[in-house]
């Protein structure tokens, strides 16, 4: 059991002599706790359920569901969800970082190149619960007219109105598209995430990442997290995004 300011893990990995490389290293790292294992992705996915872990190391090659395949439904679950592909093959590369990678390691690799791994995700970590000094920062831009209309969301329960200048951030959460409103409430439905981006003013709203849709009115700040994504930190809200480096791009010509 992981004591709760560890930083959970689980592998995947069909090579039971490479999960064991794997454990060992995990142990020798501070501030880590390994929760389970499994040989397919498909076992990965029930372990990602149960434990919810911060981080997952995943082979590309293993029975029935890739390692790919498996990061992209983690990243349904949860996108902040840490990965980290451990594997035999460094063709699979450039697709690893299409669904936001943390970090691409090829067989065999050494124990230092693990832990200088492990140690980064700490700090990114440990970043994301802690106070920290804001190493990039956006001004915000005059207030927009509030969209037109209201956002009618519908769900098993039935349907919800918001006023869309209220929404600060849409994700995907569970499986599901929530957001996030001034006022703290929050708000579940089954559409997808590009359903409701249709939806959504295109002036007041941006599309930073797969999983997240943000209000250009509440950014706050931007800082470092994966090696292709960051942290997009919203006024009025604990909860933040993250954006990739594309998107961080034109984030940038739109402010200049």
């Known amino acids: 059991m ?3 300011d560890e930083i959970r893990v689980v592998i995947a990995d069909d090579e039971e002599g490479m999960r064991m490389i794997l454990r060992k290293m995990i142990a020798k790292a501070e501030g880590f706790t390994l929760c389970a294992e499994a040989t397919n992705g498909q076992q990965m996915l029930e ?3 149960t434990y919810r872990p911060q981080v997952c190391f995943l082979d590309v090659e293993m029975p029935g569901m890739t390692g790919l395949e498996c990061a992209r439904a983690i990243q349904d679950m949860d996108p902040r969800t840490i990965i980290v592909f ?9 697709q690893a970082f ?6 691409y390691m090829v067989k065999p690799f050494k124990l230092e190149r693990v832990m200088k791994t492990l140690e980064r995700i700490r700090q990114v970590t440990l970043s994301r619960s802690v106070p920290q000094e804001k190493v ?6 005059a207030p927009q007219a509030a969209a037109s209309g209201r956002l009618m969301l519908h769900h098993k329960e039935g349907v919800n109105f918001i006023n869309q200048a209220d929404i600060l951030l849409v994700q995907r959460e569970n499986r599901s598209t929530v957001l996030y409103a001034k006022d703290g409430r929050r708000f579940e439905t089954s559409e997808a995430l590009g359903d409701v981006e249709a939806r959504l003013d295109p002036k007041i709203f941006f599309r930073c990442h797969k999983s997240y849709i943000i209000n250009l009115n509440v950014i706050d700040s931007i800082t470092p997290y994966g090696r292709w994504t ?15 480096h594309e998107k961080y791009e034109e984030l940038e010509k739109m402010f200049s």
């Open 2 to 4: 992981a004591k709760q």
């Open 47 to 49: 372990l990602v359920e």
């Open 86 to 94: 451990a594997t035999a093959h460094d063709d699979y590369m450039a």
């Open 98 to 103: 299409e669904v936001y990678a943390f970090d």
């Open 136 to 141: 990039e920062h956006i001004q915000a831009p």
């Open 230 to 244: 960051y942290v997009v930190h919203l006024v009025g809200t604990t909860q933040d995004a993250l954006i990739t």
